[in-house]
T-cell receptor, first 109, second 113 residues
Framework: EDKVVQSPLSLVVHEGDTVTLNCSYE??????LLWYKQEKKAPTFLFML????IEKKSGRLSSILDKKELFSILNITATQTGDSAVYLC?????????FGAGTRLTVKP | NAGVTQTPKFQVLKTGQSMTLQCAQD?????MSWYRQDPGMGLRLIHY???????DQGEVPNGYNVSRSTTEDFPLRLLSAAPSQTSVYFC????????????FGQGTRLTVV
């Protein structure tokens, strides 16, 4: 059965810390892995990864995919209170998108 | 810039009632989908559509119907609401294929009593 597993489920850090969020996946017909940030309401898109070893970066956030080991990581450096959110990863199997349960990140001042 | 618009934002139903959650997008996206989000379970796909006139089931379709008569609209119908359908529902759309970036509506919080 296709599945996406995220770890840890929750994480509490202080401003300035660096965090690493993990996502492992098992989907047939793998095409891409996506990361989203969800604050109060709708998830918003962060990254889409399709190739191993190529790091995607956006400011303090970066992500990389390992297609051999079937996982991805999302790094956030110099965390800020505004980074507090649930981070979701997802992997589609044809037209069926599978999401992980999410990692709830809390950044304390 | 409307994007994906969902209505209503909140709804309380009695067991056995029916209702329709509305979803509209103005980005001319082919792919649209409905998810439910429950605590600790992430987002689960209910139904999706790859274009007008075409719909298919996702991971948790039971108790829900959809239709796609136009590119813009993708309503979700609850036929006979049950307490197990208490959840937050999100509609999403993507430009061409299901495996790219999705744009989400603001969600509908549904409570069935």
């Amino acid at each position: 059965e296709d599945k996406v597993v995220q770890s840890p489920l929750s994480l509490v850090v202080h401003e300035g810390d660096t965090v690493t969020l993990n996502c492992s996946y098992e989907v047939t017909n793998f095409r891409s892995l996506l990361w989203y940030k969800q604050e109060k309401k709708a998830p918003t898109f962060l990254f889409m990864l399709t190739s191993s070893g190529i790091e995607k970066k956006s400011g303090r956030l970066s992500s990389i995919l390992d297609k051999k080991e079937l996982f991805s990581i999302l790094n956030i450096t110099a965390t800020q209170t505004g980074d507090s959110a649930v981070y979701l990863c997802a992997a589609p199997n044809n037209n069926d998108m599978r999401f992980g349960a999410g990692t709830r990140l809390t950044v304390k001042p | 810039n409307a994007g994906v618009t969902q209505t209503p934002k909140f709804q309380v139903l009695k067991t056995g009632q029916s209702m329709t959650l509305q979803c509209a997008q103005d980005m001319n996206h082919e792919y649209m989908s409905w998810y439910r989000q429950d605590p600790g379970m992430g987002l689960r796909l209910i139904h999706y559509s790859v274009g007008a006139g075409i719909t298919d089931q996702g991971e948790v379709p039971n108790g829900y119907n959809v239709s796609r008569s136009t590119t813009e609209d993708f309503p979700l119908r609850l036929l006979s609401a049950a307490p197990s359908q208490t959840s937050v529902y999100f509609c999403a759309s993507s430009p061409r294929v299901s495996w790219g970036e999705a744009f989400f509506g603001q969600g509908t919080r549904l409570t069935v009593v």
